[in-house]
């Protein structure tokens, strides 16, 4: 059974950092693609980034490129979001997924002064 679990979501000040992880169970996490996703109040889903299996290639939503980096730890099965210059905007929850079908809980992010 695929396992998303996640963590690192909380409240921060506009231009502020946070780093979101993903910890990975019930699959080879090493032969998939993974991405971040990310849903603001009221709002449809909303693709924010994706690495490949082995951590060599990454792709961006313009909105969050040169701010945000998408990384991963295929020995501890971890995905990562590292979140830098936060807008009030980006406010949300996050999610990390494997696929269309397999998604994290999702974690809290508040960015308000």
């Known amino acids: 059974e695929v396992q998303l679990v996640e963590s690192g979501g909380g409240l921060v000040q506009p231009g502020g950092s946070l780093r979101l992880s993903c910890a990975a169970s019930g699959f080879t996490f090493s032969s998939y693609g993974m991405m971040w996703v990310r849903q603001a109040p009221g709002k449809g889903l909303e693709w924010v980034a994706t690495i490949n299996g082995g951590g060599s290639s990454t792709y961006y939503a313009d909105s969050v490129k040169g701010r945000f980096t998408i990384s991963r730890d295929n020995a501890k099965n971890t995905l990562y979001l590292q979140l830098n210059n936060l807008k009030t905007e980006e406010t949300a929850m996050y999610y990390c997924?494997?696929?269309?079908?397999?998604r994290s809980q999702g974690t809290k992010v508040t960015v308000s002064s």
């Open positions: 997924a494997k696929d269309n079908r397999h």
